[in-house]
């Protein structure tokens, strides 16, 4: 018994007719026939009767259709399963981060991304924003999830993954401490604390202070939010922050939100 057999049986019976199942197979109705007949000949059974007008399954017929189509359609499942198995993703992804993502939770998309693509290896590399895109332009990384800013160049494409807003976050006791909007005009001579030059947040800072008439003094620069956070707790200086990394559950400091800071993308 051929597989060519059940198929032609299948269509002639699908169809109603000889003439119609050729026509469907894009081959020729002597061939459905003689097909057919050998199928019988094989089985022992007649599957159809056949008349000048029309063609019926006869009871073995019926019974074998049955059979027939829960083959071929183990036959098709297996096809599937094959063109699957041959479509998973293999390789390897490396993948840059700046250390300040918001409230963007990346352990998490990259856990997903892991279960649907296994055949992957994942590889993280940390960084600042201007690091890592040059990592990107030199194809040490493949992807880079950060900040996205007006002059990101054009040779790169970016796709926003979410919105954040930066606000001023201060010492419990600072004199703008539980403060509404304020411009940053105000924070003229304060100690800022903040991530290295080259990072997304501070380009930011820069921007904004240069915007308010004055260059931010920055004695403190550290590397992640939590330890920006840690330092104005103590009372070191002010800084800014996505509002998402801004609060910290165990520690939490004052923070107004500042009015003239736009608001940034964190972006892949």
């Given amino acids: 018994m051929e ?69 071929l359609g183990e036959l098709d499942g297996a096809r599937h399963d094959l063109a699957d198995l041959a479509a998973v993703l293999t390789g390897r992804v490396t993948l840059g981060a700046t250390a300040v993502v918001g409230g963007y939770d990346l352990p998490q998309a990259l856990s997903r991304f892991h279960t649907r693509h296994p055949g992957l290896t994942l590889a993280l590399r940390s960084g600042l924003i201007a690091a890592l895109l040059a990592e990107l332009d030199a194809g040490t990384v493949d992807l880079v999830v950060g900040p996205v800013h007006a002059d990101l160049s054009s040779r790169f494409s970016a796709r926003r993954i979410a919105r954040e807003q930066v606000v001023l976050i201060v010492p419990p006791a600072h004199r703008l401490a539980r403060g509404g909007p304020l ?54 200086g002010v800084a800014i922050l996505a509002r998402t990394a801004a609060a910290s559950p165990a520690r939490p400091s004052a923070y107004a939100n500042s009015a003239p800071l736009p608001p940034t993308r964190r972006s892949a």
């Fill in 183 to 236: 411009p940053l005009s105000e924070l003229r001579g304060e100690p800022f604390i903040c991530l290295p030059p080259g990072s997304g947040l501070r380009a930011i800072l820069d921007d904004a202070a240069h915007r308010a008439g004055f260059e931010p003094n920055v004695p403190f620069e550290t590397h992640t939010a939590a330890s920006i956070r840690e330092l104005v707790t103590a009372g070191l």
């Fill in 3 to 71: 597989l060519r057999q059940l198929t032609y049986f299948e269509a002639v019976a699908r169809l109603g007719g000889f003439t119609r199942a050729a026509e469907h197979l894009h081959v020729a109705q002597s061939a459905v026939s003689a097909q057919v007949r050998a199928l019988e000949a094989e089985l022992g059974a007649e599957l159809f009767t056949r008349t000048t007008r029309r063609v019926a399954l006869t009871e073995a017929g019926e019974l074998f259709l049955t059979r027939c189509r829960r083959a």
